[in-house]
């Protein structure tokens, strides 16, 4: 595997901001079509630890920020700040977005509330980037690939599932190894998923895609390397990116386009960081859209303790999927769908998972019922609100002294609808199995950070257009899920993946042809 120097000062380069499920996939791709990338990541190499809290604590982005609204204020929004981004948390369900996804303004109306618009690119545009990047995951299921195999978890939320009527039931479709590929191996079921693969079954752009961009010699990954700015020229075109080294020195990266993919936090907050007298309410956001539109994708907790004892950690996390409820249907009182999913409990998390009033007997009975234990997950759409956003935060700094992201997240009425509806549902899946004891809760910590540089078709409604280019700044990108027009019921991170080998195709023809 080769390593690549390239000057600062060298102007012919794509420098990419993020190394995650965006950023690391396009630098991938983009050095196999022939460019030369520069990945400036703020993090190091994440030592994996099957220790979820620990690892957690270690691996993700500490940063002070400030907050407005719903979420928890102790652990409101997980970001790694770490080599393959946030890719190293997730727990690999790859499932494509839904027509009606991708048009919901049109499908739902005009929700009181919301700002909702439709995508600038339908299904169908997306369809053979998603065959591409199921092929890159692995994902089981697909192109031959055996399903993960049952264990007691997924299978008794199958199980529960089909007693309530439910058809659409599944181990659904993972990107973890079933077969060695890509170099990785076969799952071997050690469970811990989110606490990183230590294997590297798992895909994760730290096992996958940065060394597949190492090896095309055309790449450089700097490690601990903190952008602050991106700078302009008089045309308002961008010319480099300034960022504090490990050291904590000021460099300055000279660049033909710069990619942006920090995350749905991160990268508005740079772009308002790079205000200018061109560009006075930050970059490319002379239509005040940079930061709105926050989506999370709506997450509940579903737990239980059944008669006979089930071990939910063992095993994939997230493998059974019911995925019937992910469809529109206004007759339930909301917009939108959701899935539930299965989801393995560490024991280190399992105090904070049965939300203890107090230490007492009955706590104690809850602790030592860890054993007969069972698991899922609610994800569902979330809707988009202008309100909702990210800005600078007044008060707060970081260790370099920059502002800070202020985040406000206050969730819309039918988010709470949604979320009623499918947690009182999910909790009759697992009374069909006798549970003795049931937990329903909606989480209000954020584990996907979305829309807040959108695609829109008119300039006015967001940041970028149908490639992720902004509309102001013809070589500057967005390329994680800050690009997103709406949320989903499926997670994000295989549409992000998706995205960054449409774009990355897109801007080596750009390159190609002198276009930008």
């Known amino acids: 595997m080769s390593t690549k120097t390239f000057a600062r000062d060298d102007d012919s380069v794509v420098v990419v901001i993020g190394s995650g499920a965006g950023g690391g996939t396009l630098s991938a791709e983009l050095t196999r079509l022939g460019a030369s990338v520069v990945c400036l990541e703020a993090g190091q190499p994440a030592i994996y630890e099957q220790n979820l809290p620990a690892f957690y604590a270690r691996t993700r982005w500490s940063d002070p920020r400030g907050f407005d609204g719903d979420l928890y204020p102790d652990l409101p929004v997980l970001i790694a700040k770490a080599v393959g981004g946030t890719t190293n948390f997730w727990g690999g369900v790859s499932l494509r977005r839904q027509a009606h996804e991708m048009r919901s303004r049109t499908t739902y109306g005009a929700l009181p509330g919301t700002s909702l618009v439709d995508w600038p690119i339908t299904l169908e545009d997306l369809e053979p980037w998603y065959a591409q990047a199921e092929q890159r995951l692995g994902v089981s299921g697909l192109n031959g690939k055996p399903d993960i195999p049952d264990h007691n978890n997924s299978e008794l939320l199958k199980i529960g599932a089909r007693r309530r009527g439910y058809k659409k039931v599944s181990n659904g479709h993972l990107a973890i190894n079933t077969v060695p590929h890509d170099g990785r191996p076969a799952c071997r079921q050690m469970g811990f998923c989110t606490s990183g693969c230590v294997i590297g079954a798992k895909w994760s752009s730290t096992h996958a895609e940065i060394p597949r961009a190492l090896a095309t010699g055309r790449f450089e990954l700097r490690q601990q390397c903190h952008a602050t700015k991106i700078e302009h020229d008089a045309a308002g075109r961008v010319t480099g990116v300034v960022y504090l080294d490990a050291e904590g020195r000021e460099q300055r990266q000279r660049a033909r386009v710069v990619c942006v993919a920090a995350n749905g936090i991160e990268t508005p907050r740079l772009l308002l960081l790079s205000a200018s007298g061109r560009f006075p309410q930050g970059l490319a956001n002379g239509a005040d ?97 202008a309100d909702n956003r990210i800005t600078l935060d007044g008060a707060l700094r970081d260790a370099h002294g920059l502002p800070v992201a202020h985040v406000t997240k206050r969730y819309h009425a039918n988010d709470l609808a949604l979320m009623d509806y499918a947690l009182k549902n999910g909790v009759e899946i697992f009374k069909s199995l006798g549970a003795t004891f049931t937990l329903a809760k909606q989480s209000r910590t954020v584990i996907h950070n979305l829309g807040t540089c959108r695609m829109s078709a008119d300039p006015a409604d967001g940041v970028c257009d149908r490639f992720g280019r902004t509309h102001e700044v013809p070589n500057l990108f967005i390329s994680d899920g800050s690009q997103f027009t709406s949320s989903a019921a499926a ?26």
């Not at 994939?316 to 959701?338: C, E, I, K, W, Y």
């Not at 939300?355 to 899922?376: H, I, Q, R, W």
């Not at 994000?492 to 750009?510: D, G, M, N, W």
């Open 491 to 516: 997670p994000p991170t295989l549409t992000i993946v998706t995205l960054a080998l449409r774009q990355a195709a897109h801007i080596a023809e750009q390159l190609r042809t002198n276009a930008i």
């Open 289 to 385: 859209q940079v930061g709105r539109h926050y989506m999370t994708d709506l997450v509940g907790r579903l737990i239980a303790v059944l008669p006979g004892e089930v071990h939910n950690y063992r095993g994939s996390t997230n493998s059974g999927l019911v995925a019937d409820d992910m469809a529109h249907d206004p007759a339930r009182g909301f917009s939108g769908g959701f899935l539930y999913v299965a989801r393995g409990i560490q024991v280190p998390s399992w105090p904070n998972e049965i939300d203890p009033a107090g230490f007492g007997t009955e706590f104690a009975k809850l602790m030592e019922a860890y054993p007969n234990a069972v698991s899922a997950a609610v994800l569902g759409e979330d809707m988009p609100v």
